[in-house]
């Protein structure tokens, strides 16, 4: 039976919401900023602002003007030493950014290429554009890597532990694999998925696996598996394998060809019927997002270790979830969601 997510605090926002961030210790990071009157601006980037809340009770505990404003590409997160580390586009081009955890004061930045997506961590923040994959350290803001190879364009990025994972678009074949890059040097380890899905929306990983939601499965599976697949979607009414949206889970040490842990179809409704769907991983567990309702697996076995619904979830900026609580960004407010699973 689902259930209404607990609701630890919910706070209205001055300006508008446009990032997120926090860990499993520490406070809410709220990237926000104050749209010009006319929603018309002299320059391409409107002038951002940082914000920490407390994580139990939503307290404004500081906000502070930071240089990263709205625009293309944007990333938050905590370094080592516990600074706040933005990414994201500036008056004078894309930046990485550190602010004091204490008082939002600034604390250095460097200038950076402009990127799509970008993965922050504690040791590095990982960009990609669509012909580098740059990591950074986000202690001493210095380049520590990139990787680049002719006929690839690159997407996304997840991370689980030593391996990086980036889906990639190889230009003869215009289909789309998942690389597997050393974390610590950005050396080409492999392929995970061999690039053969037309499209994959997005990866996940945590722990053991590494999550694929793609509307290709049928090209993503192993030959010996896609009979199974099949049969499955003979079974669902008005099944169309073009509109198959399915998830796949593999072994973080898998090598492209290897079998699955376990693959499940989604959904055979239309693209523009299917409610908006998402995924995330953290501590083991898979969060999936169809619209306003979240469910959380084993990553490992596709178990279902519970369902909720979330208000607001359907109309989200941002979702992001760490030790058992789910954060959620609308335009002008942030809430915090309990997550016992």
């Not at 908006?276 to 991983?281: K, L, Q, Y």
């Amino acid at each position: 039976m689902t259930r209404t997510a607990k609701r630890r605090f919910s706070r209205e926002i001055t300006g508008i919401v446009d990032g997120i961030a926090f860990g499993s210790t520490g406070p809410v990071l709220v990237h926000h900023y104050d749209p010009p009157a006319g929603d018309m601006w002299i320059d391409d980037v409107i002038p951002g602002k940082l914000a920490a809340l407390d994580r139990s009770s939503g307290e404004v505990l500081w906000s502070s003007p930071c240089e990263v404003g709205y625009g293309r590409g944007f990333g938050a997160g905590f370094a080592q030493d516990g600074h706040a580390v933005v990414l994201g586009p500036t008056a004078k081009g894309h930046m990485l950014v550190r602010m004091s955890i204490q008082n939002g004061a600034f604390a250095g930045g460097i200038e950076i290429d402009a990127f799509d997506e970008a993965h922050v961590g504690g040791d590095l923040a990982i960009t990609v554009t669509p012909k580098r994959v740059v990591a950074f350290d986000t202690n001493k803001l210095t380049e520590a890597w990139e990787y680049s190879r002719p006929g690839e364009r690159y997407h996304h990025v997840a991370r689980a532990g030593s391996r990086v994972f980036i889906v990639a678009t190889h230009s003869s074949s215009k289909r789309q694999g998942i690389l597997c890059l050393d974390a610590h040097n950005g050396e080409f380890q492999g392929e995970t998925l061999a690039p053969r899905p037309s499209i994959i929306h997005g990866i996940a990983a945590s722990g053991e696996g590494l999550l694929v939601l793609t509307r290709d499965l049928a090209s993503a599976l192993p030959r010996e598996v896609v009979s199974q697949f099949m049969i499955e979607l003979s079974r669902r009414e008005d099944a169309r394998r073009g509109d198959t949206l399915s998830l796949l889970a593999l072994p973080v040490g898998s090598t492209a060809g290897d079998a699955p842990l376990w693959w499940e179809i989604l959904s055979t409704q239309p693209v523009d019927e299917v409610p908006e769907v998402g995924i995330s991983a953290e501590s083991g567990k898979l969060y999936l997002v169809r619209g306003a309702l979240l469910e959380v697996r084993d990553t490992l076995t596709g178990r279902v270790l519970g369902d909720w619904a979330i208000p607001g979830l359907d109309e989200s900026v941002s979702w992001l979830v760490a030790s058992g609580a789910g954060l959620l960004a609308e335009e002008s407010r942030i809430s915090v969601f309990e997550l016992p699973a």
